[in-house]
């Protein structure tokens, strides 16, 4: 047990890791050390809760400092609207429950939490929003370094490939979503003109 408890704790260190960073290293460690799925779900649920439980106080210091200058008043409408926008892309409509989950699984929890909470959810729902697409991408990861790992065989160099993966992706969606965007624009412009 105490071995086990050790090995828990490692892995939940690793996961504590801001940016999703130590997802890839605390899935091998946690397959490393016999640890499984589950129990290696439960520990990156209980690092999600740890930073709820630190992050919420700042994010409420933030909230009340914009409410109460003109300057910030102005940046938090502004960033209301600019959530709005994003959220539109998830779902057509406001930000609702599945754009929430989205926001925090494209990005991290705590920019799914600040938008909860700029539309107006509180602290219970706002987080299991953001841990609910915290999870989500917790599992496309873990899957991911898995699934490598049983091909490569070799724990550092699939850390490295799924953390330049985490890193390129998302690089690459935008830049074809842009093209996509153009080309639909380039179409429109091509149909009007005569």
């Given at each position: ?9 490692g892995v939940l260190k690793l ?176 149909v009007i003109s005569p």
């Amino acid at each position: 047990m105490i071995q086990s408890t050790s090995a828990m704790f490692g892995v939940l260190k690793l996961f504590i890791i801001p940016v999703g960073g130590g997802i890839p290293a605390g899935v091998m460690l946690a397959q490393a050390k016999g640890l499984t799925w589950p129990i290696t779900a439960g520990i990156y649920l209980i690092s999600d809760l740890v930073l709820a439980i630190a992050f919420e106080p700042v994010l409420r210091f933030i909230s009340t400092l914009f409410g109460k200058t003109t300057f910030f008043a102005r940046f938090r409408t502004a960033f209301k609207m600019a959530m709005a926008r994003s959220a539109a892309h998830f779902s057509g409509t406001g930000a609702g429950p599945f754009a929430l989950v989205m926001i925090a699984f494209g990005v991290d929890p705590m920019t799914g939490r600040a938008t909860a909470l700029a539309a107006g959810h509180g602290f219970i729902a706002g987080w299991a929003f953001a841990i609910a697409g915290d999870m989500l991408y917790f599992a496309v990861i873990a899957i991911t370094t898995l699934r490598l790992n049983a091909y490569i065989r070799n724990p550092n160099t699939t850390m490295l490939i799924v953390l330049a993966a985490m890193l390129v992706v998302p690089v690459l969606i935008r830049f074809f979503k842009r093209v996509k965007e153009s080309c639909k624009q380039s179409k429109a412009a091509s149909v009007i003109s005569p």
